[in-house]
């Protein structure tokens, strides 16, 4: 069983800590542990040039175009069994570099695109590395300066659900610039390194039951609002709708005895929940629509004077 733990937080701050704490505890389960700070490693934007999935979706696998550590980092989250991350709180959600690892992540490691180009492989395509169907756990925790916190656990279990990864904790740590002097959240850490590790045993035996879409019963975070993906982050309509901004299911709020209960049509939303595999297979399908729709419009004599038009007016500013 391998745990690794990846801390996006200045080298040797209180991220590196609580990381490490965790990974104590991983390592008292019988873990092999590995730890990794972020800052270490040259990470590159995402250009969105779609060179990955347009490489997924015609069977040439899906490598990424720009060289940097990114490749580096994906195989040995890919190795591990387990995950922990711990990640500062900037502006009320997760730091550019942690968003940055999301966006490198999807399309190409996307669970649903993966799924689909390993079809297209079957058919005489690149064949698809198999550990990117790797069931895999993973736990996070936010460590904050103050109580502006209240995006970060969205941020964390999105990036979980792009590769459709088993969430174990979602965590947030408010008024922690002390943090290494807290007991209690010290303590804390230990059991999420505890119980990720237990998780982790499950998928190196090959027993854990993936939530692909259904109630996950590792599940040992905060409770949260909606009770299919555990967000408390909702979009509300003009129309008295409210839309789960984590799973994308749509419902309505009420208030049931003092507390916020959200209410949803599960059979008919999640099937198309952004964290089921039916929900990325439809989305994967409306993406492939849009493309070829996209495509047929740009090749236009309008379009082409259209860009013309803005290439002609202006261009980028540059350091000398």
């Known amino acids: 069983m391998k745990v690794l733990g990846i801390s996006a937080g200045t080298n040797g701050g209180s991220n590196d800590a609580m990381c490490k704490e965790a990974l104590m505890a991983a390592k008292e389960c019988g873990a092999e542990v590995e730890f990794i700070n972020l800052h270490k490693l040259n990470i590159k934007h995402c250009t969105g040039c779609k060179a990955c999935v347009m490489s997924l979706f015609s069977g040439r696998g899906n490598a990424c175009v720009l060289k940097d550590d990114f490749q580096w980092l994906v195989d040995k989250m890919y190795d591990a069994d387990g995950i922990i991350w711990a990640v500062p709180i900037f502006e009320k959600c997760a730091p550019g570099i942690f968003h940055t690892v999301m966006d490198r992540f999807g399309p190409r490691l996307d669970r649903g695109n993966v799924m689909i180009a390993q079809k297209i492989a079957e058919q005489g395509g690149k064949p698809i ?190 350091p000398e």
Request: glycine fraction near 8%; proline fraction near 4%.
């Open 129 to 318: 590395d198999p550990k990117y169907l790797k069931e895999k756990v993973v736990s996070y925790m936010g460590i904050g300066g103050s109580d502006w916190a209240t995006r970060i656990q969205c941020d964390f279990a999105t990036q979980a659900l792009t590769p459709k990864w088993t969430l174990i904790h979602n965590e947030c740590f408010p008024w922690s610039l002390d943090i290494v002097m807290n007991d209690e959240a010290i303590a804390k850490a230990h059991r999420i390194g505890t119980e990720l590790a237990q998780a982790a045993q499950k998928v190196a035996d090959g027993t854990l039951v993936p939530a692909h879409g259904i109630v996950n019963e590792d599940y040992k975070g905060p409770e949260g609002v909606c009770p299919h993906c555990h967000s408390n982050n909702f979009y509300l309509q003009e129309d008295g709708t409210a839309v789960c901004c984590l799973c994308g299911t749509e419902g309505v709020m009420k208030n049931v005895d003092g507390k916020y209960v959200f209410e949803f049509d599960a059979e008919k939303w999640i099937p198309h929940a952004h964290d089921s595999i039916s929900g990325k297979f439809i989305h994967g399908d409306d993406i492939q629509r849009n493309e070829g729709k996209a495509r047929a419009s740009m090749q236009t004599e309008e379009a082409k004077a259209r860009k013309k038009k803005y290439a002609e007016f202006i261009q980028s500013s540059k």
